[in-house]
């Protein structure tokens, strides 16, 4: 069974700095990892898919990296801003041919004006 | 291209009842998941559908069931609802069914209170 954990679970950071959050994860076999914020009371907003071949994935002002053989991936946040405030979830999809995520329990992110 | 939709976007029933909520995946989406968030839970897998048939199932009771249509749009519908069936309720669509490659879009939620 996948169980994923983030760290930290929360995080307060002034305006400007960079920035990593962590997410680990228990089974290695993945297909891919996805990376997905969330304001509070609203859906989730995909930011970042990678696949299990890559290494890292990159977006504007973030990066995310997968390290398969260790259970790990970093989302790193350039030149942070207000409007990034928000919980990031982390969800590796299992390898066995369905399209179940397994979330873990988030960080979040506060970034001080 | 319009986003995953859900409807009704709040919902406020009492135990004993039943609800059915509605999500209209992406279009040209074939695969529709459902997650229920709660504050204690986290997010968890309800079910998935695609192309009609329900391929996945999480660890929920019977209560909780689901369909897809010939559109790929789906329906999920808690019966006898319990005060814990609280949450808010999110589908995701994607394209094509293979895990390989397939980002998943979330839509708003649906917040479900019970009384």
């Known amino acids: 069974k996948q169980e994923v954990t983030q760290i930290p679970a929360a995080l307060s950071v002034p305006e400007g700095e960079n920035l990593v959050l962590n997410c680990s994860f228990t089974?290695?076999?993945?297909?891919?990892l996805q990376w997905f914020r969330q304001d509070p009371g609203k859906g989730l907003t995909s930011l970042l898919l990678?696949?299990?071949?890559?290494r890292e994935q990159t977006s504007g002002r973030l990066n995310a990296s997968l390290d398969k053989s260790s259970g790990r991936s970093t989302l790193y946040i350039a030149a942070s801003q207000p409007g990034d405030s928000a919980t990031y979830l982390c969800?590796?999809?299992?390898?066995?041919?369905?399209?179940?995520?397994?979330f873990g329990t988030g960080t979040r992110l506060t970034i001080i004006p | 291209k319009a986003g995953v939709t859900q409807t009704p976007r709040y919902l406020i029933k009492t135990r004993g009842q039943q609800v059915t909520l509605s999500c209209s995946p992406i279009?040209?989406?074939?695969?529709v998941s459902w997650y229920q968030q709660t504050p204690g839970q986290g997010l968890q897998f309800l079910f998935e559908?695609?192309?009609?048939?329900?391929?996945n199932k999480g660890n929920f009771p019977g209560r909780f069931s689901g369909r897809q249509f010939s559109n790929s749009r789906s329906e999920m519908n808690v019966s006898t609802l319990e005060l814990g069936d609280s949450a808010l309720y999110l589908c995701?669509?994607?394209?094509?069914?293979?895990?390989?490659?397939?980002?998943?879009?979330f839509g708003p939620g649906t917040r479900l209170t019970v009384l």
């Open positions: 990678i696949q299990s071949s890559q």
């Open positions: 089974d290695s076999a993945i297909y891919n």
């Open positions: 559908y695609f192309s009609e048939t329900q391929r």
């Open positions: 969800a590796p999809i299992s390898n066995f041919g369905n399209e179940k995520l397994t």
């Open positions: 995701a669509s994607s394209l094509n069914g293979q895990a390989s490659y397939n980002e998943q879009f």
């Open positions: 279009s040209g989406h074939r695969s």
